[in-house]
């Protein structure tokens, strides 16, 4: 549980940090960066969340165990996606090509 502590920590200070970038350059890239890490810090979020209902001894029903399942996921493929769009729009941007 404590490494599951570290990594929402970490993915909240990556919010602060990507948050604080876009408000001093406004670039368009930031902004989804951002928004990709937020989703990374809600989907750690919930994985911390499902392992101390387990951790306690409290058995959710079967339709809570789906959702803590399935919404991490979903959370982790819209950081996946976002994250592959700001990286786009930030090579765009940079001329790095």
Same mark, same amino acid.
């Given at each position: 549980? #404590?490494? +599951?502590?570290?990594?929402? %920590?970490?993915?909240?200070?990556?919010?602060?940090? /990507?948050?604080?970038?876009?408000?001093?350059?406004?670039?368009? !890239?930031?902004?989804? %960066?951002?928004? /990709?890490?937020?989703? #990374?810090?809600? /989907?750690?979020?919930?994985?911390?969340?499902?392992?101390?209902?387990?951790?306690? !001894?409290?058995?959710?029903?079967?339709?809570?165990?789906?959702?803590? +399942?399935? /919404?991490?996921?979903? #959370?982790?493929?819209?950081?996946?996606?976002?994250?592959?769009?700001? #990286? !786009?729009?930030?090579?765009?941007?940079?001329? %790095?090509?």
């Amino acid at each position: 549980m #404590l490494v +599951e502590l570290n990594y929402v %920590l970490f993915s909240f200070l990556l919010v602060i940090y /990507s948050v604080w970038r876009y408000h001093k350059l406004r670039q368009r !890239g930031l902004l989804y %960066l951002t928004l /990709s890490f937020i989703f #990374l810090a809600s /989907s750690t979020t919930l994985k911390m969340l499902n392992s101390m209902i387990w951790s306690y !001894g409290n058995p959710p029903s079967i339709l809570m165990l789906r959702l803590l +399942e399935l /919404s991490p996921l979903a #959370l982790f493929t819209c950081f996946t996606v976002c994250s592959i769009i700001a #990286l !786009g729009k930030i090579l765009k941007t940079s001329n %790095l090509d």
